[in-house]
């Protein structure tokens, strides 16, 4: 199964009918446990299986009982803000003895915001409202956090600008569970502009010709993958040994991109198999180009054609 997704919204709705939480800046994430097993199996925004890589977050608070809930798994930066480039040190990890370590050195929340099935019922035709009520109860003082619902969506949206979050979500509390679909009763509300793209190639830090300090981005169309520019911001010695490590197989002779790079990013470029997608920040595209973009980490839970 995958989840349900929100629809970019032009306009924060208003209404009882509406209920707004924080858009975390984390990785989506389904917990299925089943009674037969009471083992919890934790899937990706495309259906992969990561359980390997957050045993915290799957020994769960309701080990034995039946149920799937849809969430989020988050880890703050040094700022306290949730930072889905700091997760980057969790997400590619499946060695059992790395995971453990990294347990410690990087804890993790799980915020769960819908609940699916419980006890063998399926709870996804119920409106959000009744989904949320019973998700409140069951997890209340456990592991797992049923992140807090507002009514005033205009005053959370300014709140989360001043504290520097992602944005908000709004959700049409009538609205029932729908599986892989985008709905227009979810909305989304980001304060950056924010976009995945796929990479075409890398740049290595000045000086070096190994140490990646930078990508070359393009954007799925019918045309090909056209080029939106290099984007070196954000990575950081970490990522880039994360994103170092997930081109060193990629390498290709030419140019994977359907338009003419210019000169000044294709010198010194390796060029790869456009394959990797990555989330970057930016303020918009000008004159083609993606302006100030800043990278915010690997989606290994989406793949191209997802774009």
């Not at 799980?110 to 709870?123: N, P, T, W």
């Not at 019918?222 to 520019?229: A, E, T």
């Not at 040994?241 to 290709?252: F, P, S």
Request: charged share 25%; with cysteine; proline share 6%.
């Amino acid at each position: 199964m995958r989840p349900m997704l929100a629809t970019k919204g032009d306009h924060v709705p208003t209404g009882e009918e509406w209920a707004h939480e924080v858009k975390w800046d984390g990785m989506r994430i389904l917990a299925d446990t089943r009674a037969a097993t009471g083992r919890t199996r934790l899937t990706s925004r495309n259906d992969n299986d990561v359980t390997a890589a957050w045993p915290d977050v799957a020994a769960g608070p309701l080990a034995g009982r039946d149920h799937l809930v849809d969430g989020e798994i988050i880890a703050l930066n040094e700022r306290g803000v949730p930072d889905f480039r700091v997760l980057q040190e969790r997400m590619h990890v499946r060695k059992a003895t790395s995971v453990a370590r990294l347990v410690e050195q990087v804890p993790v929340t799980f915020m769960v915001f819908d609940l699916l099935r419980l006890d063998g019922r399926d709870l996804t035709a119920e409106p959000l409202a009744t989904r949320r009520s019973i998700l409140t109860e069951l997890l209340a003082g456990t592991t797992w956090q049923v992140p807090v619902s507002y009514d005033d969506g205009p005053m959370l949206l300014e709140a989360t600008r001043e504290q520097g979050l992602e944005g908000i979500v709004s959700k049409r509390l009538r609205s029932p569970y729908r599986p892989g679909e985008r709905s227009p009763h979810w909305l989304k509300f980001a304060h950056r502009y924010r976009r995945s793209y796929v990479v075409g190639g890398w740049r290595p830090q000045e000086g070096t010709t190994d140490r990646l300090a930078a990508l070359l981005v393009g954007e799925m169309t019918p045309g090909g993958l056209v080029y939106r520019g290099r984007v070196g911001s954000g990575i950081a010695a970490v990522q880039s040994r994360l994103l170092g490590a997930a081109v060193a197989d990629l390498t290709r002779a030419d140019s994977p991109f359907a338009d003419e790079v210019p000169r000044e990013d294709a010198l010194g470029t390796t060029w790869c198999e456009p394959v990797l997608v990555v989330d970057v920040d930016t303020h918009g595209v000008g004159y083609q180009r993606l302006r100030q973009p800043s990278y915010r980490g690997l989606r290994t839970d989406l793949r191209p054609e997802d774009l």
